[in-house]
T-cell receptor, first 116, second 110 residues
Framework: DTAVSQTPKYLVTQMGNDKSIKCEQN?????MYWYKQDSKKFLKIMFS???????INETVPNRFSPKSPDKAHLNLHINSLELGDSAVYFC???????????????FGPGTRLTVT | GNSVTQMEGPVTLSEEAFLTINCTYT??????LFWYVQYPGEGLQLLLK?????DKGSNKGFEATYRKETTSFHLEKGSVQVSDSAVYFC?????????FGAGTTVTVRA
């Protein structure tokens, strides 16, 4: 069984479009994250939700809006896509956010977004 | 806040060679330290961790020792295989999130 799943795996779209990436975890974890990985493999956290509540909102353009309908899902909606949004987006989850030093994060397989 | 600095790659090795990837940390206190690995086309997965000073984490032949004297958590493997080709990330907790190093791409040639 897949622990953290993301759809789609690949997403090719044009500038100006709006797109969504979905994430689901079946681990029963309380905390979920979105990361962006650039072409040099640098990993940057974007958002974190704990029990559907937004905890971390890094300096991300407000074109990016996360939504957590329930504890097992964290979706990422991106409006007015730009060329610079091209990257691999990873969803992750962990059992507890407040004890982040104890609990590992489980990552999804990633969504490769290409904006043309 | 806490942060890690990781040696930059890429690193290319022959099979059975010795691998070391350096990681140093800056922290208040002694946070847990992690090494994550990302195989081609996949997400990151935890490779090993150490939760306190002098702890040694180990997994899949990899080891890293939490050394407070040198504020380091270097990753080592005595004999690498082609299947170890991946990107390796050092990480530490920082304000309810993980701070990752820049990642080191390792390629092992047969």
């Amino acid at each position: 069984d897949t622990a953290v799943s993301q759809t789609p795996k690949y997403l090719v779209t044009q500038m100006g479009n709006d797109k969504s990436i979905k994430c689901e975890q079946n681990l029963g974890h309380d905390t979920m994250y979105w990361y962006k990985q650039d072409s040099k493999k640098f990993l940057k956290i974007m958002f974190s939700y704990n029990n559907k509540e937004l905890i971390i909102n890094e300096t991300v353009p407000n074109r990016f809006s996360p939504k957590s309908p329930d504890k097992a899902h964290l979706n990422l909606h991106i409006n007015s896509l730009e060329l610079g949004d091209s990257a691999v987006y990873f969803c992750a989850s962990s059992q507890d956010q407040t004890a982040i030093g104890t609990y590992e994060q489980y990552f999804g397989p990633g969504t490769r977004l290409t904006v043309t | 806040g806490n942060s890690v600095t990781q040696m930059e790659g890429p690193v290319t090795l022959s099979e059975e060679a010795f691998l070391t990837i350096n990681c140093t940390y800056t922290a208040t206190g002694y946070p847990s330290l992690f090494w994550y690995v990302q195989y081609p086309g996949e997400g990151l997965q935890l490779l090993l961790k150490a939760t306190k000073a002098d702890d040694k984490g180990s997994n899949k032949g990899f080891e890293a020792t939490y050394r407070k004297e040198t504020t380091s958590f270097h990753l080592e493997k005595g004999s690498v295989q082609v299947s170890d080709s991946a990107v390796y990330f050092c990480a530490s907790p920082n304000d309810y999130k993980l701070s990752f190093g820049a990642g080191t791409t390792v390629t092992v040639r047969a």
